[in-house]
């Protein structure tokens, strides 16, 4: 009985050591009690190297959070988005009611493949600031260039270019140059069309 004794206090503390271990580690500690109790050293062993379960579960808590906080950033993130383009869309939308034109049937168009843009801003028709400084005139009257399928159309006077916008050739988003104007405008821009 005495030589059992050693034995049974050393398979206690295998026992005790296993269910403290697996206790840190998040196991049971009772089972392991018995593991180490049963097993000794290979117990205590066994339940060294198994992975931590609280380590565990707190990683998976802590990466739950982050994607839940995620979530709900990008939910913000689109809910500002959407405000954001109703916001620019309406003010768009002002903005074509005002000037006359639309804007949206740009979408119609065919796709050649190249982004949409307003025709490429020319410089003045060589010699017409030159004949624009001499004289003092209606910006009515006089020579009108136009800008059509890119190009610059002109000269034409001011009724001729009227006449055009009634015939739907230019539109109010055209621009347009005279020489008494320092540089190409829109159609709109020029309020002698509003007489």
Not at 50 to 67: C, G, I, S, T, W
Request: a negative charge; hydrophobic letters at 40%.
């Amino acid at each position: 009985m005495e030589a059992n004794f050693p034995t049974l206090i050393i398979l206690l503390v295998c026992g005790g050591a296993a269910a403290a271990i697996a206790n840190h580690k998040g196991r049971s500690a009772v089972g392991w009690f018995f593991g180490g109790f049963f097993l000794g050293l290979i117990g205590i062993v066994i339940v060294a190297v198994l992975p931590n379960l609280k380590e565990e579960r707190e990683k998976h808590e802590a990466h739950y959070r982050e994607r839940r906080r995620l979530r709900e950033q990008l939910r913000q993130e689109k809910m500002k988005n959407e405000a954001f383009r109703r916001h620019a869309v309406n003010r768009l939308d002002t903005h074509d009611a005002v000037l006359e034109i639309d804007t949206r049937g740009a979408e119609a168009l065919p796709d050649t493949g190249r982004p949409l843009s307003l025709p490429e801003r020319r410089p003045a028709p060589a010699g017409a600031a030159t004949a624009a400084a001499g004289r003092e005139e209606e910006p009515s009257g006089g020579e009108w260039y136009y800008m059509a399928n890119g190009d610059t159309q002109g000269p034409v006077d001011f009724e001729k270019l009227k006449e055009l916008y009634r015939d739907r050739v230019i539109t109010l988003s055209s621009f347009v140059w005279n020489p008494d104007m320092e540089d190409w405008k829109t159609l709109s821009a020029v309020p002698e069309l509003n007489r």
